[in-house]
């Protein structure tokens, strides 16, 4: 999957979510990377 059809302001909010949850939840590095993805998807997805 390409970056390339996501803006750069959708990846800061994206990065900005996971850090988010990271500090709050814990949650392992493979889980937020899972997240990560699936999060790019949608976003590539709705444009």
Same mark, same amino acid.
């Given at each position: 999957m390409s970056d /390339?059809?996501?803006?750069? *302001?959708n990846l800061d909010?994206?990065?900005?979510?996971? @850090? /988010?949850?990271f500090a709050?939840?814990?949650l392992s590095r *493979?889980?937020?990377e899972a997240y990560r993805? @699936?999060?790019?998807k949608l976003a590539a997805w709705v444009g």
């Open positions: /390339q059809k996501i803006s750069d *302001a909010v994206i990065d900005s979510f996971l @850090d /988010q949850v709050e939840d814990g *493979a889980t937020l993805l @699936d999060l790019k």
